[in-house]
């Protein structure tokens, strides 16, 4: 019942993109087409899980045992930016169609605060092993169905000629996440 609890809660009802805004960077700048934003959310989705395991078994196996926890932050950000360095060797090498789209965003998923924020509710709610696993996965794929369904509205008003000029781009992409958001925080009593 405890993982079904944090599975549900990491999608949909602490939604960390639409109900505590940890992310926001490469989910606005990545969500112009719904292809980058399904690649970005997959390699968001793989670094959280990675970074989720490898943080919880460097904290209980080295951390703790030592009585270093005081550099918890700084090993936490080195292990999610090994992570995601070998992310991008990967994409590079097997994708690159889809690591010349992402661009600057992959590399700016090291300073993705999402990732940083699971890693830390996993640390700061003392998950086990496999409720840290599936938090990290769950939120990833909350941040994934978050960013494919702004990316598909974006996609939408961008062929829309009614649409003023000065509402065009960003701004209409920061009031339709907000309603993005209002509709998640409806789950709030789910849980």
Sequence with gaps: MNLFLIMTGAIFVNNYVLTQFLGMCPFFGVSRKTSTAAGMGVAVTFVMTISSILTYVVDRFVLIPLDIVFIRTIVFILIIAST???IEIFMKKLFPVLYSLLGVYLPLITTNCAIFGA?????RNNYNFIEAAVNGFC?????????????????????????????KGLPLALFSAGFI??????????L
């Excluded at 939408?156 to 000029?165: F, H, M, R, V």
């Excluded at 958001?181 to 789910?190: I, V, W």
Aim: a neutral charge; charged letters at 10%.
């Design 181 to 190: 958001s209002l509709a998640f925080m409806g789950f709030n009593g789910l």
């Design 119 to 123: 890693v830390l509710i996993n640390v």
């Design 139 to 167: 939120a990833g794929i909350g941040f994934t169905l978050a960013i494919i369904v702004l990316s598909g509205i974006r996609e939408k008003y961008e062929n829309n000629q009614n649409i003023p000029a000065l509402f």
């Design 84 to 86: 995601v360095q070998f």
